[in-house]
């Protein structure tokens, strides 16, 4: 989640459509923005061939470019992430994605807030990562409750753990 800025973050209030699609997906957890060491640490417990999902929105989408580019190391393997879905990322250098990353969408915001934004995700090796841009009309706070949204996203995550229960 995004950082909480007076109630209007994804974490709680309104806009907790994070939340809410987390909840959603069987054996995801919900983390602000602020927790990247704890998310580091949960993926590495997991085998290296298990699917990883990473969305955040906000300061989120930046905290989840950040640990895409520690978990593309020698320290953790070069961990793979399949997909990666960034809302209107907001911070510095989150818009260069790691070739660790397979596919990244991301939502960007149009609207009175959308400067705070910085622009279109670019992929460091396009032979290795898919990268899709979308300007959307909600504004910034309004993207990760967007039921369309929130359907892509829950359909691109249904689309990992097909493939993964078709390989077993």
């Known amino acids: 989640s995004g950082f909480d800025w007076f109630g209007a973050g994804s974490i709680k209030g309104n806009y907790d459509g994070i939340g809410d699609m987390a909840e959603a997906i069987t054996g995801a957890k919900h983390y602000a923005w602020d927790q990247r060491d704890e ?15 990473l969305v955040g929105h906000s300061f989120g989408g930046d905290t989840i470019v950040e640990i895409a580019n520690k978990l593309n190391s020698l320290e953790h393997g070069f961990r793979k992430i399949d997909l990666m879905v960034t809302l209107d990322s907001v911070g510095f250098n989150n818009d260069n994605i ?7 969408i991301n939502f960007i ?6 400067l705070i934004n910085d622009g279109p995700n670019l992929a460091m090796d396009y032979t290795k990562t898919k990268v899709e841009n979308m300007l959307r009309h909600e504004v910034h706070s309004e993207l990760d409750d967007s ?13 990992l753990v097909d493939s993964e229960s078709d390989l077993a």
């Open 109 to 114: 915001a149009d609207g009175p807030y959308s």
């Open 39 to 53: 998310i580091i640490e949960d993926i590495m417990k997991h085998k290296p061939d298990q699917p990883i999902a």
């Open 147 to 159: 039921v369309d949204i929130q359907s892509r996203i829950l359909a691109e995550i249904d689309k």
């Open 98 to 104: 790691p070739q660790n990353v397979a596919s990244n």
